[in-house]
């Protein structure tokens, strides 16, 4: 698959936007937060899931369809023509595809079986990539019609086609969000391909990503609408990303550049399909959604590509362990507080999921299948602690309860009652009790009087099972403000101007202070064209190579110290 820029040709797909790549750029960087591929969490792909594809086994480009392990192979079209790009509708019913069966590339539509083909669009220009609104009554898909290539939208049936885009770059490969609320789509509009999001009218209209002058391409929706994956490269070869919806969180899947092609992702969300040249032709593939393994789901001499998942209801997300000490925390990170454990060999439905400030992944459970649920606001699980099973891909993005700082408040001066005459003799009242004068303790499980010894609310303070208060010295501990004991973190950025570094982890020192031995967040942004390098400083753990738009540490304070982060460009 010889892939440069975007390109508008049968060939091979029918738009091709410029999958990206080695060299300088995108591909020197290294991959993001690899997963090892041994933990018990990776979901398997149900064989009984369907994907729709285009292959040339059979001497031209035909849509076939096939068992998601590979099996059950069957031819779906049968013409002369190529027939490729082939879009399930959301009930599984249909499917669209792009054809020159009646001399140029046209947008059909055919049953599951292959039966009944419709000619939807009929104009002398070029169509291709469509894509099906989520409730099925309209199809996005790209024309020439007016020159260059823009994103288009009509009813299923072919009728009322309406122009959404109108830039004089190329705009190509629309894809919905599963909510229908938001297109998505690459373009050539500021001298390379970028991704783009824009609402179902055309209207608002924002670029997502920023490759450094490098191509992306092939956007995907994942089912819950949380995650887009994409393509980034040069000259045909490429590495497959993940971002999240705001362009916040950037995720590379692959090790090695590779030539991709079309991406899909599973009913579940838990895999990524994508063609492939790394064993000499294309052959599809599946990818973990988290990067930590791939399977190969085609194999003989032909081109297959253009793979397409049909759609399919998934079960809940369920999690389990077969081992004792499996940790549930209050709260999303190692940092945070520990609840209990999570009883082995017992399923427990996840209603969430949220990113901790190391950007691991953690599930929130439904709390009521947990012993003692009540005294706890959430619970949450670690991905790679736990084994999954059922739609995890779909669980939604939730807030997860903040970290508190707490505040110092006098208590209230106790009411005194009215004296009795004659006046009696005044038994020795307690001084009020003040928040500095609550005791320290030392963190962890233990005696502390009640759940609002910290001086707020539940979110942190929460009892044990056994009845016991927890003490978190990370978010519930309180030190007046001048206490020597605490120590300063400093942070900046160079060349100054070329990004924004920001202390994310609230302070439990003071006002500004932190407590010997606290773990520090310190997220730096490069502003584009920049990039983060490497952090260093005289933090415990600064010295760090990240070479990434973005990145975050974590440090320890033992002392008053600084970091770092240093930003390049090209």
């Given at each position: 698959?010889?892939?440069?820029?975007?390109?508008?040709?049968?060939?091979?797909?029918?738009?091709?936007?410029?999958?990206?790549?080695?060299?300088?750029?995108?591909?020197?960087?290294?991959?993001?937060?690899?997963?090892?591929?041994?933990?018990?969490g990776?979901?398997?792909?149900?064989?009984?899931?369907?994907?729709?594809?285009?292959s040339?086994?059979?001497?031209?480009?035909?849509?076939?369809?096939?068992?998601?392990d590979?099996?059950?192979?069957?031819?779906?079209?049968?013409?002369?023509?190529?027939?490729?790009?082939?879009?399930?509708?959301?009930?599984?019913?249909?499917?669209?595809?792009?054809?020159?069966?009646?001399?140029?590339?046209d947008?059909?539509?055919?049953?599951?079986?292959?039966?009944?083909?419709?000619?939807?669009?009929?104009?002398?220009?070029?169509?291709?990539?469509?894509?099906?609104?989520?409730?099925?009554?309209?199809?996005?898909?790209?024309?020439?019609?007016?020159?260059?290539?823009?994103?288009?939208?009509?009813?299923?049936?072919?009728?009322?086609?309406?122009?959404?885009?109108?830039?004089?770059?190329?705009?190509?490969?629309?894809?919905?969000?599963?909510?229908?609320?938001?297109?998505v789509?690459?373009?050539?509009?500021?001298?390379?391909a970028?991704?783009?999001?824009?609402?179902?009218?055309?209207?608002?209209?924002?670029?997502?990503?920023?490759?450094?002058?490098?191509?992306?391409?092939?956007?995907?929706?994942?089912?819950?609408?949380?995650?887009?994956?994409f393509?980034?490269?040069?000259?045909?070869?490429?590495?497959?990303?993940?971002?999240?919806?705001?362009?916040?969180?950037?995720?590379?899947?692959?090790?090695?550049?590779?030539?991709?092609?079309?991406?899909?992702?599973?009913?579940?969300?838990?895999?990524?399909?994508?063609?492939?040249?790394?064993?000499?032709?294309?052959?599809?593939?599946?990818?973990?959604?988290?990067?930590?393994?791939?399977?190969?789901?085609?194999?003989?001499?032909a081109?297959?590509?253009?793979?397409?998942?049909?759609?399919?209801?998934v079960?809940?997300?369920?999690?389990?362990t077969?081992?004792?000490?499996?940790?549930?925390?209050?709260?999303?990170?190692?940092?945070?507080?520990?609840?209990?454990?999570?009883?082995?060999?017992?399923?427990?439905?996840?209603?969430?999921?949220?990113?901790?400030?190391?950007?691991?992944l953690?599930?929130?459970l439904?709390?009521?299948?947990?012993?003692?649920?009540?005294?706890?606001?959430?619970?949450?699980?670690?991905?790679?602690?736990?084994?999954?099973?059922?739609?995890?891909?779909?669980v939604?993005?939730?807030?997860?309860?903040?970290i508190?700082?707490?505040?110092?408040?006098?208590?209230?001066?106790?009411v005194?009652?009215?004296?009795?005459?004659?006046?009696?003799?005044?038994?020795?009242?307690?001084?009020?009790?003040?928040?500095?004068?609550?005791?320290?303790?030392?963190?962890?499980?233990?005696?502390?009087?009640?759940?609002?010894?910290?001086?707020?609310?539940?979110?942190?303070?929460?009892?044990?099972?056994d009845?016991a208060?927890?003490?978190?010295?990370?978010t519930?501990?309180?030190?007046?403000?001048?206490?020597?004991?605490?120590?300063f973190?400093?942070?900046?950025?160079?060349?100054?101007?070329?990004?924004?570094?920001?202390?994310?982890?609230?302070?439990?020192?003071?006002?500004?202070?932190?407590?010997?031995?606290?773990?520090?967040?310190?997220?730096?942004?490069?502003?584009?064209?920049?990039?983060?390098?490497?952090?260093?400083?005289?933090?415990?753990?600064?010295?760090?190579?990240?070479?990434?738009?973005?990145?975050?540490?974590?440090?320890?304070?033992?002392?008053?110290?600084?970091?770092?982060?240093?930003?390049?460009?090209?």
């Amino acid at each position: 698959m010889n892939h440069t820029g975007i390109r508008f040709s049968l060939l091979r797909v029918v738009f091709l936007v410029g999958v990206i790549a080695a060299g300088a750029g995108l591909a020197s960087l290294p991959a993001a937060s690899a997963v090892d591929a041994s933990r018990t969490g990776q979901a398997q792909i149900d064989p009984g899931w369907e994907i729709a594809f285009v292959s040339e086994r059979d001497g031209n480009r035909e849509i076939y369809v096939m068992s998601a392990d590979g099996s059950a192979v069957r031819r779906l079209t049968d013409h002369p023509a190529a027939d490729v790009y082939p879009a399930w509708s959301p009930d599984g019913a249909r499917i669209a595809f792009v054809s020159e069966r009646d001399g140029n590339a046209d947008i059909y539509v055919m049953n599951a079986d292959g039966t009944a083909p419709q000619r939807l669009t009929n104009s002398p220009a070029e169509e291709a990539s469509p894509a099906w609104s989520p409730d099925g009554a309209r199809i996005a898909f790209v024309s020439a019609s007016e020159g260059n290539r823009e994103i288009y939208v009509m009813n299923a049936d072919g009728s009322n086609p309406q122009r959404l885009t109108t830039d004089p770059g190329d705009d190509v490969a629309p894809g919905w969000n599963p909510a229908g609320t938001a297109i998505v789509f690459a373009a050539e509009r500021d001298g390379n391909a970028e991704i783009y999001l824009m609402d179902p009218s055309g209207a608002s209209q924002r670029r997502l990503t920023t490759s450094f002058g490098m191509d992306a391409g092939y956007p995907a929706w994942s089912p819950n609408g949380e995650r887009i994956s994409f393509t980034a490269g040069q000259d045909g070869v490429g590495d497959l990303f993940v971002t999240d919806v705001a362009g916040n969180t950037l995720l590379q899947l692959n090790v090695e550049p590779d030539r991709l092609g079309r991406l899909d992702w599973s009913p579940d969300g838990a895999w990524i399909a994508f063609s492939s040249e790394r064993d000499g032709n294309g052959e599809l593939y599946a990818m973990a959604a988290n990067g930590s393994s791939v399977v190969r789901l085609t194999d003989n001499p032909a081109d297959d590509f253009d793979p397409h998942w049909r759609p399919t209801s998934v079960g809940p997300c369920q999690v389990r362990t077969d081992r004792w000490g499996t940790e549930l925390r209050v709260g999303p990170g190692y940092n945070r507080g520990v609840f209990t454990d999570l009883p082995p060999n017992q399923l427990v439905t996840v209603i969430g999921q949220a990113q901790a400030n190391d950007l691991s992944l953690w599930w929130e459970l439904d709390k009521t299948q947990i012993p003692k649920h009540q005294n706890a606001l959430s619970l949450w699980v670690a991905q790679d602690d736990v084994e999954e099973v059922g739609g995890c891909g779909v669980v939604p993005l939730v807030a997860a309860p903040p970290i508190v700082r707490p505040t110092p408040q006098a208590e209230p001066a106790p009411v005194q009652q009215p004296q009795p005459a004659p006046a009696a003799v005044q038994e020795p009242q307690p001084a009020p009790v003040t928040a500095d004068q609550r005791p320290a303790g030392a963190g962890g499980w233990g005696a502390c009087g009640s759940c609002n010894t910290c001086g707020m609310g539940a979110d942190e303070c929460v009892l044990s099972p056994d009845g016991a208060c927890l003490w978190d010295p990370s978010t519930c501990r309180y030190v007046p403000e001048g206490t020597t004991d605490c120590k300063f973190v400093t942070v900046s950025g160079e060349p100054s101007g070329a990004g924004t570094v920001v202390i994310q982890t609230p302070p439990n020192c003071g006002k500004d202070g932190y407590m010997v031995g606290t773990s520090v967040s310190i997220l730096a942004t490069g502003r584009d064209p920049f990039w983060v390098n490497e952090f260093n400083g005289t933090c415990e753990g600064a010295a760090v190579d990240v070479h990434w738009m973005f990145s975050s540490i974590n440090v320890i304070v033992n002392r008053d110290c600084s970091v770092t982060a240093y930003f390049r460009t090209y």
